[in-house]
């Protein structure tokens, strides 16, 4: 199991690939900031957001029932799953009673999350993803390496490849135009024969029943309307309270996400057409337990924005596959350690700590804050490298000790300045692979301001 | 007035004259200022590193050091802001309290509680202004790019004021330059990428000295300067309001 770093640092191999991807988000960065500068009182609907999401997650068992009793007045089918087996299960087990062996899917980070695609897979179905770039990423057989946008960490002239070999498309030098239209006649054919459409959910609405699902290609609708049943995946903590406080969220989603004013789609589903079936199945998968985690609570307010990716120097830099998790960059590593610590346990480590995730993130989640416990946690749970373990131990007894400090300060000067090159920087020196160490100069401060005292 | 100075261990070993020009700038400006021999480190690449608990004892060994004094002035916003937001595992007694709430960044200090932006230097420079996250976004000392705030900068305040500066603008104003305490030995490549692409930015933009609140992170830019020979110097903020050129 590779830890970040090292993941970041073979990305970091081809420069001008990281610079094109740092530039990539940087830009979608900046179209937030300018779509979030229109709002007037941003801040403001950051801190409602926020403050509804903390209701939502202390009285979430309340909201649950609540949402089922709505949904299921309007005639839709509620399913509960206390992990991902278990949902992967319900939702094949939909299946089977339809005799569906064809399903299209619009974007979903909880089936990711639950690996129902393989599931299916294995059990015969095909399942087909209908948001163009996880189609991309379906097709090149990855995960996605952003939640927002799966697709990121490929140029239009890897698509054109990859489209020439599972669409047979001609080669066009990357034109995103006839990529994109080759894309939607292959989806077509898929939405017109699809048995069944499993789609994510935004919100859901405990005081209607109903929820909400935001595309900007219009392919959640798409595979709904074409298809008898609607299979619908959503975690727990999806819940608001009211519709009205839709007009928060919606405002902040996609002004968040890509700088647009709102999705292209926000597809309201309150109850089936008639004919059709909805059905919903509501996830728990780790999240009760990361709920009961006073410290990272807040985290399950996340609305998958992916703001805080779009905003991290070091996931910008580093490329969504170095988090090795369904959700990358900062938020994902508050949320991954509560899945799996051992298997994630170099993600809060992933971050200098600079703090623009928190302030981007349009629920006031204090990701980095949350970075900084989580690295409390895992070097007493976890086995930590040794040599980094012990010299921090060691620095803690010196740093408790000003005597031993001021001998040790004194020593250390003295290596950097006397000790030839190649030892200082050898190997084992990190710093000093493709930087300098500053140039010591003749005494410290202490000496300085002794000698200062002495002259009077 | 009892202005206790904080002078940062890397600081105190490897950058004596940013400690110098600390206590002069202060003197300059009449204060009586002292100095508690025995500092070592407020814990920070400890809390950072996920040994928060084996910090204690050198957090102890600061509060001790400043406890009584009515302010405690350090040229360093990233450990201030340890010493303000970490040291709450301590256990909070009137000494912890006091420490914690009397910190301040040198800047901030300066301008809010001096309430003083022109000092009298000059420096006929062209400087650009690296926003440290820890001051930025931990101490507030400036509005953030993220937020949709009113704009402000501590930093700014003080070098607009200074004669024959010319402040250059940067294509991005408030990225983080990689060091990140250990961070920049243990996610090394990123670290590194990062300080290049700041460093760019402040190349494209023609600066001839980047300066900050926060020399950790000017010894990481210097580190890559000095390594790739590039025609940029750093110099900490207190330098720059220090020099009469």
Known sequence: MMSHAKLAEIFNKDEAKVNWHDKALWYVREKRDTAAHNVKGWEYLRDLASGIKANVLSNLDNYLVEFEKNAQSNGIEVHWASNAEEHNKIVYQILTQNNATKVVKSKSMLTEECHLNPYLESKGIEVIDTDLGERIVQLAKEPPSHIVLPAIHKTKEEIDVLFQEHLGTKPSNGDPQYLTNEARKHLRDKFLNADVAITGVNFAIAETGGFVVCTNEGNADMGVHLSKVHIASMGIEKIIPKEVHLGVFLRLLARSATGQPITTYSSHFNKPASGNVIHIVIVDNGRTEQLSREDFRSSLSCIRCGACMNTCPIYRRSGGYSYNATIPGPIGSILSPGMDMKKHSSLPFASTLCGSCSNVCPVKINIHEQLYKWRQIITKEQKQPFVKKSILKIAALVLAKPKLYAVLGISVRWMLKYAPRFMVYSKLNAWGKSREFPKVENGNFDQWYKNRKNNG | ?245
């Open chain 2, 1 to 245: 007035m009892r202005v206790g100075l904080f002078i940062p261990c890397y600081i105190n070993q490897l950058y004596p004259k940013v400690g110098i020009a600390t206590l002069e700038l202060l003197e300059k400006l009449g204060l009586d200022v002292f100095y508690p021999t025995g500092q070592t480190c407020c814990g920070q690449p400890l809390g950072n590193s996920g040994y928060e608990e084996d910090a204690k004892g050198a957090c102890q060994v600061f509060v001790e050091n400043f406890k009584e004094y009515d302010y405690i002035v350090g040229p360093s916003g990233s450990c201030i802001h340890h010493i303000k937001e970490h040291f709450d595992i301590l256990e909070q007694t009137e000494a912890v309290i006091n420490v914690r709430k009397n910190s301040y960044e040198l800047c901030e200090f300066i301008v809010k509680i001096l309430g003083k932006t022109n000092i009298g230097a000059s420096f006929p420079y062209k400087v650009g202004l690296h926003k440290s996250c820890h001051g930025l976004r931990g101490l507030k000392l400036g509005s953030c790019s993220e937020r949709m705030d009113a704009y402000y900068s501590t930093e700014e305040e003080l070098l607009k004021e200074v004669k024959g500066i010319e402040l250059m603008s940067l294509t991005r104003k408030d990225e983080c330059c990689g060091f990140g305490g250990t961070f920049s030995v243990f996610e090394e490549a990123i670290s590194v990428k990062m300080g290049k692409d700041r460093i760019q930015d402040h190349l494209d933009n023609g600066v001839e000295v980047i300066t900050g609140a926060d020399h950790s992170c000017l010894m990481h830019l210097d580190g890559l300067l000095n390594r790739n020979n590039q025609p940029l110097r750093v110099m900490h903020i207190a330098e720059i309001l220090n020099s009469c050129i």
